[in-house]
């Protein structure tokens, strides 16, 4: 085992001022895996924005070794410094907890990279649900035929439907249940990423398949440029159109459309139970990059 001096471990908030922020922007960037790596620029008007939330500096004595963000009783985006040894982490944890429980005395929540997953389990925390960053390197995809399905690029005249085929696509699945999506959220959720929330929404990647003869949405596919690469931030088929075959049309026209645009790569985001849409993706090509999971621990 690792010995250290004993060290005092504690919590800062970031200032708002604009040259602190962009330092925590820069550091997360650097040490927290899951982070996307967006715009600077963008990602100091995010936090700019973001009152309610908590952007802490991770403090040894007063130097800087991590960065984590707190709200409403949940801790998430922890980065650490390479340098951190791993029995320093129980320790600042502990006192990520001791500042998180502040918000909340019935419960304390994280989302975290799977190299946090058995500290935490350590301390009694339970896995909620877990998330998979998955990437494909267009070198090694293999496409489908799209027959003679209808696929247009996204236009603000298909909003409300496109809306409404998502609310469909997702009524009672994993994704409901964990609020990652729903009813309550949809318009707003939908205008998020039409507003560039992640990453510059591109209309010509994000398509819509229409019933023949028609103006009838029956799936959507709603991407983004994050990264510097094509990012799906949501796809889905109307329940009735399900088990089709449509879904893996509808992204291979997606990745078609990519490729055409010159890009060699595409990532996605898929809740772990979501066993339909892992299978899917991993038959065209998509390959795991890491693991977040939610954990919650009851007082």
Same mark, same amino acid.
């Given at each position: 085992m690792v010995s250290i001096q004993k060290s005092t471990y504690s919590l800062e908030m970031i200032s708002g001022k604009k040259d602190q922020i962009k330092e925590f922007v820069l550091a997360s960037f650097k040490w927290v895996k899951e982070i996307e790596r967006r715009d600077v620029e963008q990602e100091i008007n995010r936090i700019k924005g973001n009152y309610h939330i908590d952007?802490?500096?991770?403090?040894?004595?007063? !130097?800087?070794? +991590? %960065?984590?963000?707190?709200?409403r009783g949940l801790f998430y985006a922890l980065g650490l410094d390479d340098a951190v040894s791993p029995v320093e982490i129980p320790k600042i944890l502990d006192e990520?907890?001791?500042?998180?429980?502040?918000?909340?005395?019935n419960k304390l929540e994280?989302?975290?990279?799977?190299?946090?997953?058995?500290?935490?389990?350590?301390?009694e925390f339970m896995i909620d649900y877990s998330r998979?960053?998955?990437?494909?390197?267009?070198?090694?995809?293999?496409p489908v035929p799209i027959d003679e399905t209808i696929i247009v690029d996204y236009s603000k005249i298909h909003f409300h439907q496109v809306v409404n085929t998502f609310i469909d696509a997702y009524r009672g699945s994993i994704d409901e249940k964990i609020g990652m999506f729903g009813p309550n959220i949809a318009r707003s959720a939908i205008e998020?990423?039409?507003n560039g929330n992640f990453g510059k929404f591109i209309p !010509?990647?994000? +398509? %819509?398949i229409l019933e023949k003869d028609t103006?009838?949405?029956?799936?959507?596919?709603?991407?983004?440029?994050?990264?510097?690469?094509?990012?799906?931030?949501?796809i889905g088929l109307r329940s009735l159109y399900k088990n089709q075959g449509l879904g893996r049309k509808l992204l291979t026209w997606c990745i078609l459309r990519s490729i055409q645009k010159g890009y060699e790569e595409m990532s996605l985001w898929v809740t772990t139970e979501n066993n339909n849409a892992l299978h899917l993706y991993k038959s065209l090509g998509f390959t795991e990059v890491l693991t977040i999971f939610k954990m919650q621990k009851n007082f």
């Open positions: 952007h802490c500096w991770i403090l040894r004595n007063s !130097e800087k070794i +991590g %960065v984590v963000r707190i709200v990520i907890c001791l500042d998180t429980s502040s918000w909340n005395f994280a989302t975290i990279h799977q190299d946090f997953l058995h500290f935490l389990i350590e301390k998979k960053k998955l990437l494909i390197k267009f070198a090694d995809f293999s998020s990423i039409i !010509e990647l994000s +398509g %819509v103006n009838y949405v029956q799936g959507a596919v709603m991407c983004t440029i994050s990264e510097n690469i094509p990012f799906v931030v949501i």
